[in-house]
């Protein structure tokens, strides 16, 4: 039987039980392409997943990870990519698939992936990819924001964040960014935001109200849910937008709908990885116009190189926020 190496989970259990060992050979079914991996970016969801609490479960034994640059290795003949072909691609465990990108190959979904620029390296193709997309597809498709508008970021200086800051910025909008420590906030402020607060040390809502008055907030970009979520929705202001980005504190909070109908507030949930069917051409003139941005330097991915071996250890290091932008594993 045909194998590869890869980090594999043999059971729902923390990633601490992730092994580097063999993992069956997948078999490539229609929309669908296996790519031989480059580089492989790290996300809280890893974490996730490994532990049985993402929303789709992959069966044992699985390899985690959702996002990969490297080659075109297999594609049917029907395909619109070709093999050797340079990609970046979301993988299919975000739909149960066990071939993630934590291995020497991985399987990812065809509407996902998006033919990477010669002048654009592997890794920074993988920093790039999902942050950037997600965030794309969060500000101006969910929330159609416009210029001048006032963005709260929660969680600023991570992938997801940082990307958030830079886009809403590029749109013309003003961006207060929420971040957890001095360091962290010394790295975001690089970005031009109005207001970088240290929400473990400061008052964020006291802050925010003082510099631009009562409830002032249009966009709440929130990947962080908990006291985050619910300090931001009482900043925003009438016909004010909250994105739901995500649930890094592991707090997925309630909202009283009266609140929402006496402040015209809306909640707009973000899963850009829907569009795989719904709109995947969308999806695809969105990621060519971010790797414009970036060819034009007009986008700064922050993120840090990894050997594959260390992996484990930096899934601790995110689990903990001691990380800052993305983290990408070479092989």
């Not at 849910?225 to 890094?248: H, K, M, N, P, W």
């Amino acid at each position: 039987m045909k194998e590869y190496k890869a980090w594999v989970q043999k059971t729902v259990s923390p990633f601490t039980n992730l092994e580097f060992t063999s993992m069956d050979y997948p078999q490539l079914a229609e929309k669908e392409l296996i790519i031989e991996t480059k580089a492989a970016t790290l996300n809280f969801a890893d974490l996730l997943l490994s532990s049985g609490m993402y929303q789709s479960n992959p069966e044992q034994p699985f390899v985690p990870g959702f996002e990969v640059a490297g080659f075109v290795k297999e594609c049917s003949t029907e395909s619109a990519f070709s093999v050797g072909d340079r990609v970046v691609a979301a993988t299919t465990v975000f739909r149960s698939g066990r071939h993630g990108s934590f291995g020497d190959i991985c399987v990812v979904s065809e509407n996902l992936t998006y033919k990477l620029p010669d002048n654009i390296s592997f890794e920074v193709g993988a920093a790039i990819l999902m942050s950037y997309l997600t965030s794309d597809f969060a500000l101006h498709r969910r929330a159609q924001l416009k210029p001048n508008e006032l963005v709260l970021v929660n969680a600023a200086a991570g992938g997801v964040g940082l990307s958030a800051v830079q886009l809403a910025k590029i749109c013309g909008a003003k961006v207060i960014a929420a971040v957890g420590s001095e360091e962290k906030k010394e790295l975001v402020q690089q970005f031009g935001p109005e207001l970088v607060i240290n929400y473990r040390e400061e008052n964020v809502n006291e802050i925010i109200e003082s510099k631009f008055g009562k409830k002032p907030v249009d966009v709440l970009y929130d990947p962080v849910g908990g006291d985050a979520y619910q300090q931001g929705i009482r900043l925003l202001g009438s016909e004010g937008r909250a994105l739901i980005v995500g649930f890094a504190s592991g707090n997925i909070p309630s909202q009283m709908l009266s609140y929402l109908l006496v402040k015209n507030i809306s909640i707009i949930g973000v899963f850009m990885i829907s569009f795989e069917n719904d709109d995947n051409e969308y999806l695809k003139k969105r990621m060519e116009l971010i790797f414009d941005l970036y060819s034009n330097q007009q986008i700064e991915p922050v993120y840090k190189t990894i050997k594959f071996d260390e992996i484990i250890t930096y899934l601790d290091l995110i689990g903990s926020r001691k990380t800052v932008g993305r983290i990408v594993a070479l092989r």
